[in-house]
Each structure stands twice: as C-alpha cells, then as structure tokens.
C-alpha cells in the first residue's frame, strides 16, 4: 500500500517562498507521473504541476515561471518549490501518485499567503 505524507506548509507573505515535499512510502516506481494539486476554499481541485517518470513536466498557466517540481526517486520524494507567491496561491496543497490501476492522494498540507 502507497502512503504519501505532505510538509513544509504554512503562512508566508506575498513575494515569499515555500517548499513543499512529499514522502512516499510502499512500492512506488519511477516510471509513474507524480503531481502537485490545490484546492481552494469553494474551489475545485486543481493540478499546480506535474513530472512523468522521464522527467518532462508540465504547470499550471498560474503557475509558471514561479514554481518547479521535482523528484527525488532514491529517496521516493517529490518535491514543490515555490517563490514569489501570491494570495491566490493560498489554498490546500495535495500530493498525488498515479499508475494507471490505482490513484493516491496525501491528507494536504494548508498554504496560506498573507500580509
């Protein structure tokens, strides 16, 4: 069984940076996308960014430029590096891995930009 544990959340200001990662225990294969999804008070869930097992990577639009994902397979950790945040990044953060056959998702981790 898969287990994925998120940290590194909290309160920042505007302009400030967090990173977040995601400890993934059990049989997890490198050749399997892991991702980073959001949600917002009264909002969907929404995907933030995205590796597949060759290492390509896809954003968010909102996104882009500002944070970068990463992937550490010895250590089954990914990783979400975020700067110059902003309010609307402020949301709950989830760590996701998906086979195919199965879908798995962390308990999230609260991220809140503030003044």
């Known amino acids: 069984q898969v287990q994925l544990v998120e940290s590194g959340g909290g309160l920042v200001q505007p302009g400030g940076s967090l990173r977040l990662s995601c400890a993934a225990s059990?049989?997890?294969?490198?050749?399997?996308?892991m991702g980073w999804y959001r949600q917002a008070p009264g909002k969907e869930r929404e995907l933030v960014a995205l590796?597949?097992?060759?290492?390509?990577?896809t954003y968010a639009d909102s996104v882009k430029g500002r944070f970068t994902i990463s992937r550490d397979n010895a250590k089954n950790t990914l990783y979400l590096q975020m700067n110059s945040l902003k309010p609307e990044d402020t949301a709950v953060y989830y760590c996701?891995?998906?086979?195919?056959?199965?879908?798995?998702w962390g308990q999230g981790t609260q991220v809140t930009v503030s003044s």
């Open positions: 590796i597949r097992g060759g290492g390509s990577t």
């Open positions: 059990g049989v997890i294969s490198s050749f399997y996308p």
């Open positions: 996701n891995y998906y086979t195919g056959m199965n879908d798995y």
